[in-house]
């Protein structure tokens, strides 16, 4: 190859395109029409890129985007905390793109409220 230099970084750049690509970013969020709920958890998924839960909301279900684990680990929250039946207040902002999911800038459970960002 005569340019193994450039094909080195055309290789990066493709690689790391598709990761940036893969993550959705917040600017799908309706950052005008912050909102609260305050719901039990109906489900909890703790895993990468960020947990998400489940709550109830005017008779529907929504899909809730928190931070990543390792952000809600040093902010003080855990897996237990959010167990299904425990009450949260999430408050956050509508998706534009996905009925029913909002992105929650933060979370108050068990009477204290933690910051996500």
Known sequence: MKHPLFA???????????FAFAHHGWGSYDASKQFSITSTVQQADWQNPHVMVVVSYNNRNWEAVLAPPFRMNARGLSPDMLRAGT???LVGYPSTRVENE?????????GRTYELR
């Open 8 to 18: 080195l970084c055309l290789s990066g750049t493709l690689l790391t395109g598709g």
């Open 87 to 89: 009450q949260v207040t």
């Open 102 to 110: 909002l992105r929650a800038e933060r979370i108050t459970v068990g």
